[in-house]
C-alpha cells in the first residue's frame, strides 16, 4: 500500500516537472528562433521550436498508446454484466430528425436490461411532439408517458403544497416501475431536467448514463463504460468517444458509479 502511495507520488512530481520543462524549452525555443533548416525566404524552415513541439507530439502519442495498448488488454478480461443502469434524456426543443435518431440508437443498446428515461424541459402543447416520437420509437405499449404541470423545485399553475407532493410522489413511482418513460414537466432548464431523473432514480440503479437528445449511441457504448467501472475501482465516472456526425452536437455522456451516494450528500 505505502509502495503504491509512494509510486503515485513519484508519478505525479515526474509528470510535472516534465509538464514545466517542456514548456520552458518550448518558449526558450521560439524566443530563441534558431532554425536547423530553412529555405530562402523561409518558405520552408525547420528550427528548434519546431522540434520541441514534433518531440512533444510524438512522446503524448507514445504514452496515448501505451495506454491505450493497457486498457485494451484489461478489458478483455470478461466480465457479469449484472449492474442495473438507467440512461436518461435531456430533451428541450429536439429537431424532430435528431431525436428520432437518437430514440432509434438507445434502441440498439445492447446492455442487458437498460432503463431509459427521458425528461422534457417544457409541458406545453408545443412540446408535445418529443413524446409522440418517444411513443412512436420505444412502443406505444412498452412505455409510459407523463405530462407533469410542476417539477420537483416549482409548483404549477393552481397546484398546492399537498398536491405537488401527490406529483412529486406520482412521478417517482412511473419512474421506478417503467422500463421506459418520458415525462414532460415545467419549464426549468437542463439541471432542473436532470435532477428530475436523478431524484425519481434513487438509489433504484447502480450507474446513471446521461446524454443529450441529439446524441446518436454506439451499441456497445454502455457495455463498454461499465466494463472500465468494473475493471477499475479508482475509476467513478466515464466519457464516451465523441465524434461530429453532421452538424456539430453538443455531447454529454457520463456514467457515474455509485452516483446516487454523491447525489443523496448533495440534496439531503
Known amino acids: 500500500m505505502h509502495c503504491e502511495r509512494f509510486l503515485c507520488i513519484l508519478r505525479i512530481i515526474g509528470t510535472t516537472l516534465f509538464g514545466v520543462s517542456l514548456l520552458l524549452g518550448i518558449t526558450a525555443a521560439y524566443i530563441v528562433g534558431y532554425q536547423?533548416?530553412?529555405t530562402d525566404n523561409y518558405y520552408f524552415s525547420f528550427g528548434l521550436y519546431g522540434a520541441f513541439l514534433a518531440s512533444h507530439l510524438i512522446i503524448q502519442s507514445l504514452f496515448?498508446?501505451?495506454?491505450?495498448?493497457?486498457?485494451?488488454?484489461?478489458?478483455?478480461?470478461?466480465?457479469?454484466?449484472?449492474?442495473?443502469?438507467?440512461?436518461?434524456?435531456?430533451?428541450?426543443?429536439?429537431?424532430?430528425?435528431?431525436?428520432?435518431?437518437?430514440?432509434?440508437?438507445?434502441?440498439?443498446?445492447?446492455?442487458?436490461?437498460?432503463?431509459?428515461?427521458?425528461?422534457?424541459?417544457g409541458n406545453s402543447e408545443d412540446d408535445l411532439y418529443m413524446m409522440d416520437i418517444f411513443s412512436e420509437v420505444m412502443g406505444r405499449?412498452?412505455?409510459?408517458?407523463?405530462?407533469?404541470?410542476?417539477?420537483?423545485?416549482?409548483?404549477?399553475?393552481?397546484?398546492?403544497d399537498e398536491s405537488h407532493k401527490e406529483?412529486?410522489?406520482?412521478?417517482?413511482?412511473?419512474?421506478?416501475?417503467?422500463?421506459?418513460i418520458c415525462i414532460m414537466q415545467k419549464w426549468g432548464g437542463k439541471?432542473?431536467?436532470?435532477?428530475?431523473?436523478?431524484?425519481a432514480l434513487?438509489?433504484?440503479?447502480?450507474?446513471?448514463?446521461?446524454?443529450?437528445?441529439d446524441t446518436m449511441l454506439d451499441p456497445a457504448s454502455s457495455v463498454e463504460m461499465v466494463?472500465?467501472?468494473?475493471?477499475?475501482?479508482?475509476?467513478?465516472?466515464?466519457?464516451g468517444d465523441v465524434q461530429v456526425h453532421g452538424f456539430i452536437?453538443?455531447?454529454?455522456?457520463?456514467?457515474?458509479k455509485h452516483f446516487q451516494e454523491h447525489f443523496y450528500s448533495l440534496t439531503h
Open 64 to 121: 496515448a498508446f501505451l495506454e491505450h495498448r493497457k486498457m485494451k488488454k484489461s478489458l478483455e478480461t470478461p466480465i457479469k454484466l449484472n449492474k442495473t443502469v438507467a440512461l436518461c434524456i435531456a430533451a428541450y426543443q429536439e429537431d424532430p430528425d435528431y431525436l428520432r435518431k437518437c430514440l432509434q440508437s438507445v434502441k440498439r443498446l445492447t446492455y442487458p436490461g437498460i432503463k431509459v428515461v427521458m425528461v422534457i424541459d
Open 167 to 180: 406529483s412529486s410522489q406520482h412521478v417517482t413511482q412511473l419512474v421506478l416501475s417503467n422500463k421506459s
Open 141 to 160: 405499449d412498452k412505455s409510459a408517458t407523463y405530462i407533469w404541470k410542476n417539477n420537483f423545485h416549482e409548483k404549477g399553475p393552481g397546484e398546492t
Open 36 to 38: 536547423f533548416i530553412q
Open 227 to 239: 466494463k472500465v467501472l468494473e475493471e477499475d475501482p479508482m475509476v467513478g465516472g466515464v466519457g
Open 202 to 213: 434513487g438509489r433504484s440503479v447502480d450507474y446513471v448514463q446521461v446524454c443529450d437528445s
Open 191 to 199: 439541471r432542473e431536467v436532470m435532477y428530475t431523473a436523478f431524484r
Open 249 to 256: 452536437f453538443f455531447f454529454f455522456f457520463f456514467c457515474m
